[in-house]
């Protein structure tokens, strides 16, 4: 049985970090996940963005290790945000009920890192006590 390969690159901006996992997430590559994880938080960073775009496959263990990188994210008062999910991963968000806690706007729609000029403002989008559909669905692409 050949072993699952993933790819992780980082990219920070201050105290921001984009990860961009390829791959496939499962129980072999789960714990590469929450290591680069855990690394940028021990880096200082406090909001982490992380692009799913090119995970192929994403099971239960993939899910683990997001949801503690979260909770560990929280615990230091910063965010981690999943961004296009698989259609495994948006399911098992979908059935777990976990979805608000990991997903966040499209990638073009973050806000800027803390420290740069801010835009204009914006009136408040209406309250939403869960993600937008589509995400949850998996077709966030």
């Known amino acids: 049985m050949p072993l699952s390969q993933l790819t992780v690159h980082r990219h920070d901006r201050r105290t921001r970090a984009l990860i961009t996992l390829a791959g496939e997430i499962d129980l072999e590559s789960a714990p590469l996940v929450r290591a680069s994880l855990e690394r940028c938080l021990r880096d200082g960073i406090r909001a982490i963005d992380v692009d799913l775009t090119a995970v192929t496959f994403c099971d239960c263990s ?3 290790a997001f949801l503690h990188a979260a909770q560990q994210t929280t615990v230091v008062g910063g965010t981690l945000r999943l961004h296009y999910p698989p259609k495994t991963l948006a399911r098992i968000l979908d059935l777990a009920g976990c979805g608000f806690l990991l997903l966040g706007p499209p990638l073009g729609h973050l806000p800027p890192p803390l420290g740069d000029t801010p ?6 989008p209406p309250h939403r ?6 995400v949850l669905r998996g077709d966030a692409r």
Do not use: F, I, K, T
Not at 119 to 124: D, E, L, S, T
Not at 129 to 134: D, G, K, Q, R, T
């Open 129 to 134: 006590s869960v993600p937008l559909a589509p």
């Open 119 to 124: 835009a204009a403002p914006r009136p408040a």
């Open 62 to 64: 993939g899910l683990n």
